[in-house]
């Protein structure tokens, strides 16, 4: 885990700490439940590495029962709150009513989004500096050849950042495979799009272990067993008594 650094929000710290989420975090912060050095801490409160925070044993591990689905999203659904014209995950997926998409899928973009309620996986699933594998299926225009696969492999020139080192695998003429350990926006059509080739399709088929599969479109299916072990292994979140809801869609 990286290191932290002092001082730091309560919240924060119960969450680099596996704890909790942020937002849980301020929750029991609100019902004055977690103490600093005696006293009943309050929300906003920061710490340093010399304090004693007192939080409340979990019963069973877990102060909720966490929820993690595999979601294979169709095109033409949002997978984010702003626009508000367009159909999203939460009015399509079958799934409980507190989950949510980790990460994006452009609207036009499709295949695997992971759905939960654990919101201490996305930081470590998202943020770049783990450097956590998203694999993707790319459909082009042309017909790809060596230069375009080894700029691709090395990295391209966005603007005002450049893409990091990548594998990437031609399918065929016309479609190439390649995983990603970072996310900026619409990164696959930029970086085709610098080369000179217009990405006709992109589906993601792989977020580290967990796969699409042969999971229909518009359908979820649970995330659990050693697929869900090794997943929460990977990101360095405990397995604490996670229970997953029968309230899902499944195919």
């Not at 989950?99 to 036009?108: C, E, Q, S, T, Y």
């Not at 869900?228 to 292994?233: A, D, I, K, Q």
């Amino acid at each position: 885990m990286e290191e932290l650094i002092y001082p730091i929000r309560l919240n924060r710290y119960l969450a680099r700490n596996n704890y909790c989420s942020r937002r849980e975090a301020d929750v029991l912060i609100s019902k004055g439940i977690i103490k600093v050095n005696g006293k009943i801490a309050k929300l906003g409160d920061k710490i340093e590495e010399k304090d004693l925070v007192e939080v409340p044993e979990k019963d069973g591990k877990n102060f909720k029962e966490y929820v993690y689905l595999a979601y294979n999203k169709p095109k033409g659904i949002m997978t984010n709150e702003d626009n508000r014209s367009s159909q999203k995950i939460k009015d399509v997926a079958n799934a409980p009513k507190d989950v949510f998409p980790v990460g994006r899928l452009d609207k036009d973009s499709h295949g695997l989004i992971i759905l939960t309620n654990d919101g201490r996986i996305t930081g470590k699933l998202l943020d770049p500096v783990f450097e956590h594998e998203k694999e993707y299926v790319v459909t082009v225009n042309k017909r790809i050849n060596n230069h375009f696969l080894k700029i691709m492999g090395q990295g391209v020139n966005l603007e005002v950042f450049r893409t990091r080192e990548c594998q990437i695998e031609e399918v065929n003429s016309f479609v190439f495979k390649i995983i990603l350990t970072e996310g900026k926006k619409h990164q696959i059509r930029r970086m085709c799009d610098n080369l000179g080739y217009v990405s006709v399709d992109i589906q993601r088929v792989r977020i580290e272990n967990i796969k699409l599969a042969n999971l229909r479109v518009g359908k979820t299916r649970k995330i659990e067993g050693n697929d869900l072990e090794r997943f929460l292994e990977k990101l360095g979140v405990p397995n604490d008594g996670v229970s997953n809801s029968d309230d899902v869609n499944e195919e």
